[in-house]
């Protein structure tokens, strides 16, 4: 039973990771799904896929190979050259999405709950440094009460708002191949960039937890989840008649058609940023520290210094010209990860 409460552990930090504020407003999953219509539902499931077997592969490695730090399982991948290029790609996707976040943060704040400017930013990130001083405990903390949440408002708003009929599974396009390789290609996309980012938390949490068989049960249960996940707010989206116009598509649905959880939802929405940005800070605090001795609260002090900088830019500029770039990109490391070999002990 404990394994098993640990396994699940393990998949609340691995879902909490990934999901943001892309994520929450549904902009990111119409972007990369909704708007395939049909062949969307199908990239779902291959993302899904690829999420169960390639998220547990990347702590598997990492036990094997007994990487403490995102940059030893980059050595690994592509050699010690091409590693440090990578390495510094990987800092500065990381970095961009907790920019993306925290400017997300400061548009709820400011956007739907008319708090001043800033506020949003101050509050997120005095929270932020309160919950990383508890480390690991922390981050699992957090992820623990905000994913199982996040799961169950997905399917709530689901069940709501299916009746009126949505538009993800009709087959109308099922002959245009072309729609469905763009909708492969996104699936694989989204996939590799979600998947390098989290290896900054995947890694170093594999091997402080060292058990193959927690980190087998938690790469597919955070990868089943993560599908569920999916494929409710895809649902969702799909009864909106057009839903790439809007920016907060989630919020068009959940007002009109649920109101009175509309403020549960403002809440789901930001415990899914602060658990990216405490997932990404605790991934780029694990690699600085292997260059320099100081204290992790100053690292993530002077990490977060430079993050509201960037995050002063609008949100939505920021995650229109990050996500996309990031995820192509990304796809080298995804397939170099599902060519190497794991050990079968």
Known sequence: MKKWSEAFQVASVYVGTIVGAGFATGREIVEFFTRFGFYGTVAIILAGVLFIVLGSKIMLVAIDIEAKSFEQLSEYLFGPHLATVMNIFLMIMLTGVCAVMLSGAEALFTEQLRFPPRTGLAFTIVLTLIVMAAGVKGLFAVNTFVVPMMVIFNFLIMLIVVKTGSGVFSAHDILNWKLGGKAALSAFSYAAFNLALAQAVL???????????????????????LTAILLSSHISLGTLADPVRFNIPMAMIVKGTAGTLYFLYLFIIYGEIFTSVIGNLYGLERQIRGYVAFHSFWIYACLLAAI??????????????????????????????????????
Do not use: C, H, Q, W
Request: glycine fraction near 12%; aromatic fraction near 10%.
């Open 308 to 345: 509201y900088v960037i995050s002063l830019v609008n949100y939505g500029t920021l995650l229109e010209l990050l996500y996309p770039l990031f995820g192509y990109i990304s796809i080298g490391f995804l397939l170099l990860l599902l060519i190497k070999p794991t050990k079968t002990r």
């Open 203 to 225: 890694v170093p949490m594999a091997a402080e937890i060292k058990d193959r068989s927690v980190i087998k049960k938690g790469g597919v249960i955070g990868g089943l989840l």
